[in-house]
Nanobody, 120 residues
Framework: VQLQASGGGLVQAGGSLRLSCTAS????????MGWYRQAPGKQRELVATITRGGITNYAGSVKGRFTISRDNAKNTVALQMGSLKPEDTAVYYC???????????????WGQGTLVTVSS
């Protein structure tokens, strides 16, 4: 499975950016897709996830500012980021899970990361 992310860049505080990620390869059982981020000197953290059925989950720090969505037909997941803050600066990673018959055999994949920089 390959994940290709795009859309990062430099934006001023208060601005918006949209990230997109496309999955390809052996994705017949693609289930949860999501975004994580890692700021310099910090651990990678969850930003938002979305199930195949559209159930979403957000980190408290982005709730109300970011919106995750997906297109199952195109195997894409997007993250619309608004009201950006300098503390949102990080490398954002797309993640997908390909489900197995047993959850313990689920396969997890990461994209290459895209840098989002929010200037004050």
């Amino acid at each position: 499975v390959q994940l290709q992310a795009s859309g990062g860049g430099l934006v001023q505080a208060g601005g918006s950016l949209r990230l997109s990620c496309t999955a390809s390869g052996d994705i017949d059982r693609l289930s949860i897709m999501g975004w994580y981020r890692q700021a310099p000197g910090k651990q990678r953290e969850l930003v938002a996830t979305i199930t195949r059925g559209g159930i979403t989950n957000y980190a408290g720090s982005v709730k109300g500012r970011f919106t995750i969505s997906r297109d199952n037909a195109k195997n894409t997941v997007a993250l619309q980021m608004g009201s950006l803050k300098p503390e949102d600066t990080a490398v954002y990673y797309c993640k997908s899970v390909v489900a197995a018959l047993s959850p313990k055999y689920d396969r997890h994949y990461w994209g290459q990361g895209t840098l989002v920089t929010v200037s004050s």
